[in-house]
């Protein structure tokens, strides 16, 4: 992603120093397309503070410990593969559900 593209989750995430904020802000009220995606990300970010926390099975963790104990010497890239799937179907799962809300 270009700088560009990420202006307005830097935004809304505070993580602009303040005069790049000055700056945004005068953007955003010069052109009301970045104010609409302003809004509109504003608006995902409340949804996703709304999701309920949900911890790894144990049998993730337990790999990822494992495979951090053993070093890089073990070659079986399983347990990562394994915390990756999980990781994308917590993500996925979580899309699903804001997506179900809206429709």
């Known amino acids: 992603m270009t700088k560009k593209n990420t202006d307005s989750i830097a935004y809304i995430y505070n993580e602009m120093d303040p005069a790049e904020e000055v700056e945004f802000e005068r953007k955003i009220r010069d052109n009301e397309n970045i104010l609409i995606e302003v809004e509109s990300l504003k608006s995902l970010k409340a949804k ?34 394994s915390a990756v799937a999980a990781v994308l179907v917590v993500g996925l799962t979580s899309g699903f559900l804001l997506l179900g809300e809206d429709g």
């Open 48 to 81: 996703l503070n709304q999701l309920p926390l949900l911890s790894p099975p144990d049998y993730v963790v337990d790999s990822i410990c494992k495979a951090a104990s053993d070093g890089k010497t073990k070659k079986n890239r399983f347990p990562i593969y």
